[in-house]
């Protein structure tokens, strides 16, 4: 496609559960991000890729938050043991070149909702 | 650390008005990046404009223009005579050359255009 997909658009899951959000960057892409957005505030960063090389997962807030690309293209964020705290959009983003002056191009996000 | 302020959470103006939006940022990097993302109700946030920090030049696009000031450690966005289509969150968003490619965001400003 044309751009960043991310499914599912919407995620409901129990407290406890395991959780696994996809995202399909814009073929060619070589940098790859995951951003948490909660309600009425701005996206937080939680972690990028270049290529299959996870560089940076600084902004993950505990170890139950996993992501992987092991193929440089499609990336997985997993979600252990869910918590309420973790309900919020996580959004996916991706941009052509590695490099702070690129711009990132954002999926539609999945809205995940923990009861 | 870098920070990103965008004081203003929300304003309502009425079609064909203009509207200033302000965004003032903190960073210890001599070389940085300032960005401005629209997020309409679908939720994809979507790339307006890209400044880097040895370029004060103003920019205009349309009814867009943006109002970058060192001096002041600000960048404003300014839309012209405003349409309801351009009702929306509108983020101000920084990177780092020492910091990585990660995004750092204001918390958003949520644009009302009425009729």
């Known amino acids: 496609g044309a751009g960043v997909s991310q499914s599912p658009r919407y995620k409901v899951a129990k407290r406890g559960q395991d959780v696994a959000l996809r995202c399909d960057p814009i073929s060619g892409h070589v940098s790859l991000f995951w951003y948490q957005q909660a309600l009425g505030q701005g996206p937080e960063f939680l972690t990028y890729?270049?290529?299959?090389?996870?560089?940076?997962k600084s902004g993950l807030p505990s170890d139950r938050f996993f992501a992987e690309r092991p193929e440089g293209s499609v990336s997985t964020l997993k979600i252990q043991r869910t918590q309420q705290e973790d309900s919020a959009v996580y959004l996916c983003a991706s941009s052509l070149f590695q490099g702070p002056s690129q711009p990132q191009h954002f999926g539609d996000g999945t809205r995940l909702s923990i009861l | 650390a870098q920070k990103v302020t965008q004081a203003q959470t929300e304003i309502s103006v009425v079609e064909k008005e203009d509207v200033t939006l302000d965004c003032v940022y903190e960073?210890?990097?001599?070389?940085?990046?300032l960005f401005w993302y629209k997020q309409p109700p679908s939720g994809e946030l979507v790339f307006l404009i890209r400044r880097n920090s040895f370029d004060e030049q103003n920019e205009i696009s349309g009814r867009y223009s943006w109002n970058f000031q060192k001096s002041t450690s600000s960048f404003n966005f300014t839309i012209t005579a405003s349409q309801v289509v351009d009702s929306a969150v509108y983020f101000c968003?920084?990177?780092?050359?020492?910091?990585?490619?990660?995004?750092?965001f204001g918390g958003g400003t949520r644009l009302m255009v009425k009729p």
């Open positions: 960073t210890r990097d001599t070389t940085y990046y």
């Open positions: 890729f270049q290529n299959e090389a996870q560089l940076d």
């Open positions: 968003a920084l990177s780092e050359a020492r910091a990585g490619n990660m995004l750092t």
